[in-house]
């Protein structure tokens, strides 16, 4: 970090500490090499949920794809699979069963995501009160804990969302061996993907803002105060 004054002389005294983006990112990467177990247990938990958000999206694109090449011929594999045709007969609609896989990997991923970021900042109240006690500001504290949030987020979520990929192709393979996956196109798979892991990005992001925003609001003797 560094200082910003006025010139002498010139009628004002005012102070300015300023921490530049890439010493933040350096500060960041350096605090989850320190605590590269803790690290790892967050980025591993974010990393389920998104493989598991990853496998039910991509499986969906994959019973479309299938029945898009095969019609009614894939029809009994997909039904006994959940899905069902829509009104028109062109596609399929979600069935029950999607929509519940759907609906419960968000919420694993939500609150695996927001509880390990809260874990990782309500830890390190201490630290915080330290820096806070060398002259940190609030600002410069939320950007390192967003920076590391983002870290975390775009690594994990990245193979979260290949390994959710991976998981959902060798699935359907297996369940639909009988048919002939030639034509598949990939594209839809890899955007079901990349959406998977924007929303773990996004998710860790969120996830770390409340708890960092509360714990670079407290004042530097009441953190020194607390025991984790």
């Known amino acids: 970090m560094s200082v910003a004054t006025d010139r002498p002389g010139s009628g004002k005294i005012s102070r300015q500490i300023v921490l530049p983006w890439g010493k933040s990112l350096s500060m960041a990467i350096n605090s989850l090499r320190i605590r590269f177990f803790r690290s790892l247990v967050t980025t591993f938990s974010l990393v389920l949920a998104i493989a598991f958000l990853g496998f039910t999206l991509t499986g969906s694109v994959v019973a479309r794809e299938l029945f898009r090449l095969h019609g009614e011929a894939a029809l009994p594999l997909l039904t006994s699979?959940?899905?069902a045709v829509d009104a028109?007969?062109?596609g399929l609609s979600a069935g029950a069963k999607e929509l519940w896989l759907i609906a419960l990997s968000l919420l694993v991923c939500t609150v695996g995501i927001v509880n390990a970021q809260l874990m990782s900042v309500t830890e390190r109240f201490r630290e915080i009160g330290i820096m806070k006690c060398l002259g940190a500001l609030d600002r410069i504290i939320l950007r390192l804990f967003l920076l590391e949030a983002l870290i975390v987020g775009?690594?994990?979520?990245?193979a979260g969302a290949l390994l959710g990929l991976a998981a959902s192709l060798a699935?359907?393979?297996?369940h639909y061996a009988a048919l002939d996956f030639s034509?598949?196109?990939?594209l839809p798979l890899l955007a079901q993907a990349g959406k998977a892991w924007a929303t773990g990005v996004g998710l860790s992001l969120l996830g770390v803002l409340y708890p960092a925003i509360l714990a670079a609001k407290l004042q530097p003797i009441i953190v020194m105060r607390e025991e984790h």
């Open 154 to 158: 775009v690594v994990g979520s990245g």
């Open 88 to 90: 028109a007969g062109h």
């Open 81 to 83: 699979a959940g899905y």
């Open 183 to 186: 034509g598949l196109n990939l």
């Open 171 to 174: 699935a359907s393979l297996l």
